[in-house]
């Protein structure tokens, strides 16, 4: 009689399988050696970039072994970093998959149908079940979207948006205590955005979130020492942190701006040219004024970690927008836009590949969707994205030119 597969094995192939549905994850399994500082060890622990991490603790056809240990790991600390398990998941295999061994067990599992469950920490700390009852069941690929959406905790979303909504309304009413609604100065700033001026200040907070939008993401570019053209030293540099743009605590436009342009020879136009064509046009002192504010509300969100997840900062923004209605205009939803992705660009195996891909959207919501296909195709269950392209880089000098098209009728909808 042939040996049934150990417990241990399948949570080790599960994990290489796991491996190539997320760009950057770092996944352990069945780890030897102390991972929490409370003790124990999980199953499979997943580390994301963009994220906080994630345990799945794996059982054979024993749901309440597999519950009861989820729920042990909220809350638990990791040994090698700062970070707190907020997300654990209970994931029940078929009996099935202990007849596996090797490659064939690997395919077994992308072939399987598993059950899973999360489990959450809220704001208020409590343990939140999803779903509230009975199981989830469905392949690896669906496995990798939930636990993709499910790494960053909501109340860490609320947070952000409440420091962004705080640092756009300080920055708004300062741009309002010396040029109030009606000025030329609104009216010019109104224009640069195909807005108008309008009494509620909700334009103008239009573009201070398009101006702390700009630092945010040329703090992300910093970040990974992207390279510029210095014209006056006639070389190639990294580009300057926007902290490297303040003098005794103060902003100087003109010398950001002048990076901003930098930037530009390379790429971002909807983001800098916008950007810097409304600090450009602001008196000096507000404009420093306004910077001030901006880059504390930016260090808050890079903090935070929006420079390392889009997904986050999609979210930010529809909670300013889409929730609280903060700029009274329309937004696309990242759960819309993610399901329009899905349903594009289906996660089968031997699936699309980056040369097969073309997309176009003629208006809103270009920009979330663009984002989710890009998610989405980095998720192909074959994992031909993440070979074929070799990363972030070759994406974006071959995706972004020649496959991606599309306009947005708000000018400023293409940064959120």
Known sequence: MATKTHEQTINTALGEVLHDFGQGWSIRSEQVGKIFKEGGRPDILIEKPDGWPIVIEAEVGNHKQAEDEAQSRLNNHLVASTNTIHTAFALVYPEELRNHQGQALRNAILETTLEYVLFLIDADGNTVRFPASGWLSGSVPELAILLHRSSIPSWKVTALADALEKGVNRAEGTFAATHPSGSSLGARVAKILGQVDDNNGQTRRMAMIVVVDALVFHAALAEVEMTVHDQQAKLDCPVKSPSEFRASGTFQPTPLVDEWDKILEVNYWPIFYTAGSIVRILPTQLSASLLDILWATAEELIAGGVTKSHDLTGVIFQKLIADRKFLATYYTRP???????????????????????????????????????????????????????????????????SA?????????????
Not at 364 to 377: E, N, R, V
Not at 404 to 416: D, H, M, Q, V
């Open 335 to 401: 759960s819309c836009a993610a399901l329009l992705a899905g349903l594009a660009l289906p996660l089968e195996t031997g699936g699309p590949r980056w040369n097969d891909v073309r997309f176009a959207l003629p208006g809103s919501p270009f920009g979330d969707f663009s984002t989710s296909s890009y998610s989405q195709l980095s998720r192909s269950s074959s994992g031909n994205w993440r070979r074929s392209i070799d990363g972030c880089s070759i994406c974006s000098s071959v995706i972004v030119p």
């Open 404 to 416: 991606i098209f599309g306009i947005n009728i708000l000018t400023a909808g293409s940064l959120c």
